[in-house]
């Protein structure tokens, strides 16, 4: 068949297109960020904070959908190194900037500039945060916001008038050397529940007073500690981009007398669903739609409460204000702020985990089967006397060549080659009694992924060392968004569950919670050359060896850039 010139209307259609393509051409986003710690007061006690250019959290990061976004990092720590991830950010064509050390670079030395240069090529809201040791607690992390391009394919399926951004962040006043020496000391020592919750870098000591009359460093009245205030305008609607960098907690995030519509995940638009509050892990980001129809002349909390873990901690508060009301801003309002769901209502966690799902104009079908099926099976041990966490009786340990170099440069000492363990004696296995060989080992061994083919991961719960307790786990994974399939509680059977996968409209995402004694099945498609974390986003979880790290298509990865080596095998690259 010949070609034939299309109708009049489609060229029309097209040139339109076509110039509104060029209007909107990809701009670089520039950043010049300096790492350094300063003395902070957050939540109004005085600390030591990883701050970025002086702040914390640090800028929010914005660009369009398409753009190039540069970031120069110094880092200005003096005695700590450094480095960045980019959360959500899949790091196409570029793994070495994917900011994780030990897998994908050498830690940024005290002095040091690293320049992490990447694509984001979907519009939705991300965030970003330090990847080294347990850094990210300690203050270093921020927002990412990409718009979508104006008339394309990504477009928002939902309308709103204005936005604001909450991110939400649990805070202790123990250093985050102190934390990760008594993760790893026998026996352990615990650092406890935050002191604070936090909504924007701020929250409120509720013990200031006291501290202070001991002579300590805590000044309730320092603008510094003042609850953040979102204005509203009456009769608009609003969307609140929330992202969660706690680095312990799981919350739930209340608006005072306002419901909320979920619209965004991870940077997928979601199905909408109303709820009255959000259940939000470390490592998600959603977006909700209120609407500012309440009473104008009176302000509204903003709530944050612990759940999950028995909350040892106060609710995290800002105010919504209406223009044009009669309320002041600041005013605290008149009632005491919203306690969330009860903490261990599992279920209504749960539900609110299943109801989110692809909006339906937005559904990426998933590849009808597998070709991998990898069971991990989440436990606490021990190794040697120190608690860890282990996936197979495997705990994590990081390598000190990261993956990416070694791998490329066939440093095979590198790492241990031995492939970690596919699976676990699921048959038999009693997830709600406390596990029988306590003993794991220790390894950085990886998985290696066939390029191009479809993996499912099953994440099984289980009981931890003490009896009757089982805790939410967000697992994350870099370099992709995977598709949720399937929640259960209890025992998975790999021969009864995975007919009740959801491969109609699963959401995508890049964290996912694992519930109480529950499961979860995602699937993704190994097709980024590269070499990914997916851990628990519980920043102790991770550093006790909650984490594996995959391996796709690496000799696809082109020649590395020379900054992310310097350490382990690769000194003197
Ligand atoms: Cu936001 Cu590897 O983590
Ligand atoms: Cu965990």
Redesign the pocket.
């Known amino acids: 068949m010949g070609w034939r010139r299309p109708p009049l209307l489609l060229w029309c259609l097209f040139l339109l297109l076509s110039s509104a393509a060029s209007l909107s051409r990809a701009a670089t986003r520039h950043h010049e960020w300096e790492i350094s710690y300063q003395f902070r007061s957050p939540d109004c006690a005085r600390k030591l904070a990883v701050t970025i250019n002086g702040q914390t959290p640090g800028p929010t990061i914005r660009a369009t959908q398409g753009d190039t976004v540069v970031v120069r990092v110094k880092n200005s720590l003096l005695t700590e190194n450094v480095a960045i991830?980019w959360?959500g950010i899949r790091q196409h064509g570029s793994p070495w900037s994917d900011g994780?050390e030990g897998v994908t670079q050498c830690p940024v030395l005290p002095g040091d500039t690293f320049t992490y240069t990447f694509a984001v090529d979907r519009p939705g809201t991300y965030?970003y945060?330090a990847?080294y040791g347990m850094q990210r607690s300690a203050g270093l992390n921020g927002l990412i916001v990409v718009e979508a391009a104006a008339g394309g394919p990504d477009a928002e399926p939902f309308e709103y008038d204005g936005e604001h951004a909450v991110l939400l962040n649990d805070w202790w006043h123990a250093s985050t050397y102190e934390q990760a020496a008594g993760l790893a000391s026998v026996p352990m020592v615990w650092v406890g529940e935050p002191q604070s919750l936090l909504i924007n870098g701020r929250g409120r000591f509720a013990n200031c007073s006291a501290v202070a009359a001991a002579g300590g460093a805590c000044n309730a009245s320092l603008p510094e500690c003042a609850p953040p205030v979102f204005a509203v305008v009456p009769g608009k609607t609003y969307r609140f981009r929330v992202a969660s960098v706690t680095s312990l907690s799981a919350l739930n995030f209340e608006i005072e007398g306002h419901q909320m519509t979920v619209v965004e995940a991870d940077g997928h638009y979601v199905k909408p669903f109303v709820v009255k509050n959000l259940n939000i892990y470390s490592?998600e980001t959603y977006s909700v739609l209120i609407k500012a129809d309440q009473d104008p002349n009176r302000n509204y909390w903003l709530a944050s409460n612990v759940v999950s873990r028995k909350p040892g901690t106060p609710t995290g508060t800002a105010v919504l204000s209406y223009y044009g009301g009669r309320s002041s801003p600041r005013r605290p309002p008149p009632t005491t702020p919203p306690t969330g769901p009860s903490w261990n209502d599992t279920m209504y966690r749960f539900r609110q985990s299943v109801a989110t799902v692809a909006h339906q104009a937005h559904i990426q079908t998933p590849p009808p089967r597998a070709d991998r099926t990898v069971l991990l099976l989440n436990t606490q041990n021990r190794i040697n006397g120190a608690i860890k966490w282990a996936l197979n009786n495997v705990s994590f340990t990081l390598p000190h060549t990261p993956y990416l170099v070694a791998m490329k440069s066939g440093l095979l000492a590198a790492f241990d080659q031995r492939p970690p363990p596919e699976t676990y004696a699921h048959q038999g296995y009693d997830i709600y009694g406390v596990q029988k060989n306590q003993n794991a080992t220790a390894s950085d061994g990886l998985y290696r992924l066939q390029f191009g083919s479809v993996v499912d991961v099953v994440l099984q719960n289980a009981n931890m060392l003490a009896p009757n307790s089982s805790e939410t786990h967000p697992w994350?994974l870099?370099g992709h968004d995977f598709w949720v399939l399937g929640y259960g509680i209890g025992r998975f059977d790999p021969a009864v569950h995975p007919a009740s996968y959801n491969l109609k409209d699963p959401i995508l995402k890049n964290t996912v919670a694992v519930h109480p004694y529950g499961w979860t099945a995602l699937r993704f498609k190994a097709d980024n050359p590269g070499v990914w974390?997916f851990?628990c986003?519980i920043e102790a979880h991770f550093f006790m060896g909650m984490g594996i790290v995959f391996e796709e298509g690496v000799e696809r990865v082109g020649k590395l850039p020379k900054e992310i080596m310097g350490c382990g095998m690769t000194k003197g690259h």
Do not use: I
Request: net charge neutral.
């Open positions: 991830h959360h994780t965030m945060h990847h490592g994350h870099h974390a851990h986003h």
